[in-house]
């Protein structure tokens, strides 16, 4: 039962990672290395194929090994995190509106003390 319901979970944080490809500020590799970790509980060779993909399975490595992210995906993240506080600074009241800034800020900060 719970090998199936890793299964269910690996498939579904593929998908998310897939439907990142096309969609703006979505991540993929972040969900595709949750779903690495999944498949790794219920299905050797899906993680397996997720490790020897030319292009997320260096990412997934890197994560795993080192705790690393390259440096293009940290100013990737951190460009889509200066967007998304600018919207909620934008669309909410200003004392509500500095809260997704703090968490980006949180958030950001955490990326860039990761190994490249």
């Known amino acids: 039962m719970r090998r199936n319901l890793y299964l269910v979970a690996g498939g579904f944080f593929f998908l998310l990672g ?18 690495a970790w999944c498949f790794g509980r219920s299905s050797p060779r899906f993680e ?18 080192r705790g690393a992210i390259s440096r293009r995906g940290k100013w990737s993240a951190t460009a889509a995190l200066a967007l998304s506080s600018a919207v909620g600074l934008a669309m909410m009241a200003v004392p509500l509106g500095a809260l997704p800034l703090l968490i980006c800020l949180g958030v950001a900060g955490f990326i860039w003390t990761r190994p490249d």
Do not use: C, K, N, Q
């Open 18 to 35: 897939a439907i990142g490809i096309v969609v703006p500020l979505l991540p993929t590799v972040v969900f595709w290395i949750v779903a």
């Open 48 to 65: 397996r194929w997720l490790l020897a993909h030319r292009t997320v399975g260096p990412h997934i490595r890197g994560w795993r090994e």
